[in-house]
């Protein structure tokens, strides 16, 4: 059975996601996955997920903080993006 949709995403962790909730803006999105919806690397991420959300948190703060613990090892193109 044929399906057509505007988006074909890979994967379902945090990032394959993200990527669906932004393609959907623009159109119908298909999200494909070899495990189950729930497993994913994201479960498996030892320092967690982090974000800047808190009220004294700020985008530029999480990058900063991301940077240092990266201890030199981060492209800050990467990071930023």
Do not use: F, W
């Not at 909730?21 to 996955?33: D, F, H, N, Y």
């Amino acid at each position: 059975m044929p399906y057509q949709s505007d988006y074909l995403v890979l994967g379902s962790g945090i990032a394959g996601l993200y990527a669906a909730l932004k393609a959907s803006e623009q159109g119908s999105v298909v999200v494909l996955t070899k495990k189950q919806r729930a497993e994913s690397n994201t479960n498996y991420a030892q320092g967690g997920i982090s974000a800047a959300i808190g009220e004294n948190d700020s985008p530029q703060a999480h990058l900063e903080d991301t940077l240092r613990a990266g201890a030199g090892l981060c492209h800050r193109d990467a990071v930023v993006h």
